[in-house]
T-cell receptor, first 115, second 116 residues
Framework: DGGITQSPKYLFRKEGQNVTLSCEQN?????MYWYRQDPGQGLRLIYY???????QKGDIAEGYSVSREKKESFPLTVTSAQKNPTAFYLC??????????????FGPGTRLTVL | AQKITQTQPGMFVQEKEAVTLDCTYD???????LFWYKQPSSGEMIFLIY??????QNATEGRYSLNFQKARKSANLVISASQLGDSAMYFC?????????????FGAGTRLFVKA
């Protein structure tokens, strides 16, 4: 079955620690995205990547970093510089990013809690 | 300025009745796409329906239809014959063209409660 997997489903971290959230897709999609969702809110774009070895900042990139070394993988690192990292993180992918018609497919999400 | 506005934080509907969830948008692009997603309590985002800015007919997908009024910049979701399983958060989203950097912007969402 094709789809997007995110791991872990729940993640706890102590203040001051970096943590990496995994996102893998086997849909052969070129574009991948990371969103943050706070309770009762919509999704905000953290980073996106249109192609391997290239990525751009979204609206709330501060305190986060990404890499795109493989087409299938787009891990997100939440660094200690992120002041309020407790949130629900969603990864998505689409066939391409160069057009308005490209529907995004989402993973199941990772719920990060900072203790 | 808000690019996607969903003015209804919460909505109630009786089972088997129809419900309309409102969405207005703002863009200067001529080419854009409008999407609706459903998010159950599990957190996954489920794609429901899509409308392109150049599509002349309103999109329909089973019990879902999108009431697209381009001049008014609105893209309301209509759910017919509501079911208990429709209780969830619903997000309207817009994917802009070149001027918007091909990014997808989400509204704040509407929580729908279906009553038995």
């Amino acid at each position: 079955d094709g789809g997007i997997t995110q791991s872990p489903k729940y993640l706890f971290r102590k203040e001051g620690q970096n943590v990496t959230l995994s996102c893998e897709q086997n849909l052969n999609h070129d574009a991948m995205y990371w969103y943050r969702q706070d309770p009762g809110q919509g999704l905000r774009l953290i980073y996106y990547s249109q192609i391997v070895n290239d990525f751009q900042k979204g609206d709330i990139a501060e305190g986060y970093s990404v890499s795109r070394e493989k087409k299938e993988s787009f891990p997100l690192t939440v660094t200690s510089a992120q002041k309020n990292p407790t949130a629900f993180y969603l990864c998505a992918s689409s066939i391409g990013s160069g057009g308005p018609l490209n529907e995004q497919f989402f993973g199941p999400g990772t719920r990060l809690t900072v203790l | 300025a808000q690019k996607i506005t969903q003015t209804q934080p919460g909505m109630f509907v009786q089972e088997k009745e129809a419900v309309t969830l409102d969405c207005t948008y703002d863009t200067s692009d001529q080419s854009y796409g409008l999407f609706w997603y459903k998010q159950p309590s599990s957190g996954e985002m489920i794609f429901l329906i899509y409308q392109g800015s150049y599509d002349e007919q309103n999109a329909t997908e089973g019990r879902y239809s999108l009431n697209f009024q381009k001049a008014r910049k609105s893209a309301n979701l209509v759910i017919s014959a509501s079911q208990l399983g429709d209780s969830a958060m619903y997000f309207c989203a817009m994917r802009e063209g070149p001027r918007g950097g091909f990014k997808t912007i989400f509204g704040a969402g509407t929580r729908l409660f279906v009553k038995a």
